[in-house]
């Protein structure tokens, strides 16, 4: 039985952005008031980003935090929060080369 509960413990499930939806990891920069961030996007872009509704009282923002950003389709240098990552999420995201080189302020080295 601890072999199984061993298994379970190496299983993480971690969400990644949607290529097909256009979505791309960054890493937030600077925080603007008003819900809206500077994010330093994985295509080397700074983006103004802004945490939509359903996000703002769930799930609290810092510099430096791992995001996946969905850029605007008419404004290419705006965006929308699409998810944040714990510390741990992100650490295993750049152990497990996940991460782009430009984005991968994480690692342990």
């Known amino acids: 039985m601890n072999d199984e509960e061993n298994n379970d413990e190496n299983i993480t499930r971690v969400i990644t952005p949607n290529k097909k939806k256009g979505e791309i990891y960054g890493i937030v920069e600077k925080l603007s008031g008003a819900s809206r961030l500077t994010v330093m996007c994985e295509d080397g872009l700074s983006r103004n980003c802004r945490i939509p509704g359903k996000m703002k009282k769930r ?42 080189e430009i984005i991968d302020v994480f690692n342990e080295r």
Not at 59 to 87: A, C, H, S
């Open 59 to 100: 799930m609290w923002i810092r510099e430096g935090d791992l995001v996946i950003v969905k850029p605007w389709d008419f404004q290419n240098e705006k965006g929308d929060i699409v998810y944040r990552y714990t510390r741990t999420q992100a650490a295993y995201l750049s152990r497990n080369r996940m991460l782009p």
